[in-house]
């Protein structure tokens, strides 16, 4: 799970009210059809990881060889805000997905949105975390690694199970089966 290794800063972003359902009338889709456009829409931050993966690796290794740990800061910082854009486009494109046809459809599209929130809260902590740096050099390159290194990432399937649907295992192992179980379930 290259994302658990990562380094995964998300810069703030409000979701609004409308995100969860909001009192609107929000299309039921097939099961299958619901749970491949989520998994359409991991695509894009699995693009956005990758990217910043490399950029992260050399600021890493740049930030070691010239003791400067500004470096590293700077790359995370804007690893921050890329992945943070591709994090509200994945927000959108699920609510845009509507919610599965299934017991619970509501509450199971709900905890996708809840996902997001939660990295959120996560990686925004951790981007304040590594902005009050005060450490200079090698020292600093090392604290922000520490700081990268404690994020605690959300699972999705938890939030799915969570919702009670006797539906919530269908869609778990609809994902697995479509292969982005990998980037939304913490294993």
Avoid: H
Wanted: glycine share 6%; charged share 40%.
């Amino acid at each position: 799970m290259l994302r658990r290794l990562s380094v995964s800063i998300v810069a703030v972003v409000i979701l609004t009210a409308s995100a969860c359902g909001g009192g609107e009338d929000v299309e039921k889709v097939d099961a299958d059809d619901w749970v491949a456009d989520i998994c359409d829409a991991v695509d894009d931050l699995n693009e956005v990881e990758n990217a910043g993966m490399a950029d992260l690796e050399e600021a890493y290794s740049d930030a070691y060889y010239e003791e400067d740990g500004d470096l590293y800061r700077d790359a995370v910082i804007k690893y921050t805000r890329d992945y943070g854009k591709a994090l509200d486009r994945f927000a959108r494109d699920a609510e845009d997905a509507g919610e599965p046809d299934v017991e619970g459809g509501e509450e199971i599209a709900a905890a996708v949105q809840d996902y997001v929130k939660k990295e959120q809260r996560a990686f925004e902590r951790v981007s304040r975390e590594v902005k009050a740096l005060k450490q200079t050099g090698d020292d600093l390159t090392e604290a922000v690694d520490a700081v990268v290194w404690d994020v605690e990432f959300t699972d999705l399937s938890e939030l799915i199970d969570d919702t009670d649907s006797r539906d919530a295992e269908d869609i778990i192992d609809l994902l697995y089966d479509e292969g982005c179980s990998d980037f939304l379930f913490d294993e």
